[in-house]
């Protein structure tokens, strides 16, 4: 049977069958989806403090247990040991993120009446990776009011990843003290943020101020002391 698409009448029940399944959605179901939407977020937000709290924790005890890792290796071998830092110019996925340890040896330049140095003698472990999105900070980028390691001038040349890099570090002497950085206090400032360029920015607030954790070390002790960030 043919039907005639032109007649009126077919064109008025055709419209009258059809037009509810082309319609937009109601104010009803938009407010909806939007108290979904709402709920959800506010389950996961829970969710996301805890993670970053657990990253936190890990990264306070890796770099902890470089500490003690790097002293007691001074103290049983009588060589200077120190806790590597991968300097920001490393590159986005290393810069401030990439742990190491190494015996150190002193060199002296025999055209130079100044004191030696120290310098890499061999990495003693595989680096390892801060968890997450955290990194050790510098001073401005937290806005802190003292130094941190990742501001000290001194750099040390080493392997990583296949290449020679610039790293800080904390070095250990054979006695267990530390004896570089010198003339400062040791401040390790940690913190989720991110390196473009070699700078640093920080991508977690808390109450509109940036969140970091703040770490003093022992000089006799190599401990690692959290104090509130100032």
Do not use: C
Not at 3 to 29: D, I, K, M
Not at 137 to 156: A, L, T, W
Not at 166 to 179: K, L
Request: aromatic fraction near 6%; hydrophobic fraction near 40%.
């Amino acid at each position: 049977m043919l039907v005639n698409h032109s007649n009126p009448q077919w064109q008025r029940w055709h419209h009258r069958r059809f037009a509810g399944e082309v319609r937009g959605f109601s104010l009803t179901e938009l407010m909806v989806v939007m108290v979904i939407l709402a709920a959800l977020l506010v389950a996961a937000a829970p969710i996301f403090m805890k993670s970053s709290t657990k990253a936190r924790q890990a990264s306070r005890e890796l770099l902890k247990g470089h500490l003690n890792r790097a002293r007691s290796h001074a103290i049983a071998t009588q060589q200077a040991t120190a806790v590597l830092f991968a300097n920001y110019n490393t590159g986005p996925e290393a810069g401030g993120k990439m742990l190491g340890i190494a015996e150190m040896k002193w060199e002296d330049d025999p055209n130079d009446a100044q004191p030696g140095a120290y310098e890499v003698k061999s990495v003693l472990q595989r680096w390892e990776k801060l968890p997450g999105s955290m990194m050790v900070m510098d001073q401005s980028s937290v806005g802190h009011h003292k130094p941190s390691i990742m501001d000290v001038d001194e750099n040390f040349r080493v392997r990583l990843n296949r290449k020679d890099v610039d790293a800080r570090a904390i070095i250990f002497s054979p006695s267990g003290q530390i004896v570089a950085p010198v003339d400062q206090a040791i401040e390790i400032l940690l913190g989720a943020g991110n390196l473009t360029n070699g700078q640093v920015t920080a991508t977690e607030k808390n109450g509109g101020k940036i969140s970091y954790d703040r770490l003093q070390i022992n000089r006799l002790t190599g401990r690692a002391r959290q104090t509130l960030a100032e």
